[in-house]
Structures are given as structure tokens and as C-alpha cells.
């Protein structure tokens, strides 16, 4: 599975933003920690014990615990492909500039270092269509479970909502 994290912004809370992902049946894309203007669908191919350091309080600006996974081949199918990690500098001069959307800069001579291959990010541009079926929404807590349940009626538009503190093992 691919994960796809939302977090808080000008529409709303990242269950608001969330919510507005199922019902629309698709993720958007941003151009936000991307260095090209073109809009992607960043995702996670990182396993769940990553997820689990990464999903900390510490790191709500940049990750909340509010998203979707899909199957992988699925987002492939739709175009999701790993991004290439690379100095920024070189990949401007390997890469045509329509492609460069594709590149997370590293850069391990820097104090601190820019590394975030422990993400391994996958990206699609523009816009992520949710497949009919298979789709899980992912939520901090089983309170947050029983909200997305409300919000559609006992039926949210998907395979089923995983609390991340309960798949965790948290308190």
C-alpha cells in the first residue's frame, strides 16, 4: 500500500480535509515541498514502523495522521512512480525541466543533512482518482473512526477507517 497523509489548512482540519478527499473520490495535487510549479500527489511507500516515527506530535506541521492508502499497483497504473533522489543541481542539468517534478533534493554534504529517503516518496502529478474499491482511510484514533462514520452516514466511500494509535499499538 501507498499512504497519503493530510494535514490541517485553509479549508479546514485534516479530518475536514480528509473527508473532502472521500467524497470528491480524489486527491489533489500541490506544488507545497515540491521545487518545480508542477502540482503532485506526494505518497508514502515507507513501512508502518516508519509511519510510526514519523506520525509524531513533533512533526504535525508536516505530517498529521489523517489519510489514505491505496494498493501500489493501483497508483502505478494511474501513473504514481518513486521519485528519484538526487543533488538538486544535478538533477537540473540530467533532467528536462517538465520531469524534474519527479526529484527530491539530497544533499548529504549540508549540516544537517537533506535526506528524506526514509520517506520513499512516490509521486503522481496533478491528481489521484480513488479506486472504486480497496481504498482505507486512515485516522488517529477510534473517536475519530466513529466521527468519519457520522459524517457519512454509517457508510464512508471505502474498504474501511484504520485508527493509527490502535494499528500502533499507542495509548
Avoid at 509524531?56 to 512512480?81: H, L, Q, T, W
Avoid at 524534474?100 to 529517503?117: E, F, G, H, N, S
Wanted: overall charge neutral; hydrophobic content about 40%; charged content about 25%.
Amino acid at each position: 500500500m501507498l499512504t497519503h497523509f493530510t494535514r490541517r489548512s485553509v479549508q479546514g482540519d485534516a479530518m475536514d480535509n480528509l473527508e473532502a478527499i472521500l467524497r470528491s473520490r480524489i486527491i489533489k495535487g500541490s506544488s507545497r515541498m515540491v521545487r518545480t510549479t508542477r502540482c503532485v500527489v506526494c505518497l508514502f511507500d515507507a513501512q508502518w514502523s516508519e509511519l510510526n516515527r514519523l506520525l509524531v506530535p513533533a512533526n504535525r506541521r508536516r505530517y498529521e495522521p489523517f489519510g489514505i492508502a491505496v494498493d501500489k499497483r493501483y497508483a502505478f497504473s494511474m501513473g504514481a512512480r518513486p521519485v528519484i533522489y538526487m543533488p538538486w543541481p544535478e538533477a537540473c542539468q540530467m533532467l528536462d525541466e517538465r520531469e524534474l517534478w519527479r526529484v527530491v533534493a539530497i544533499d548529504l554534504t549540508q549540516t544537517p543533512p537533506v535526506d528524506w529517503t526514509f520517506e520513499r516518496e512516490w509521486r503522481v502529478p496533478e491528481q489521484l482518482k480513488l479506486p472504486d474499491q480497496g481504498s482505507v482511510a486512515l485516522v488517529e484514533s477510534w473517536r475519530d473512526v466513529d466521527e468519519l462514520y457520522d459524517r457519512f452516514d454509517g457508510a464512508p466511500p471505502c474498504a474501511g477507517v484504520l485508527p493509527l494509535r490502535e494499528l500502533f499499538g499507542l495509548s
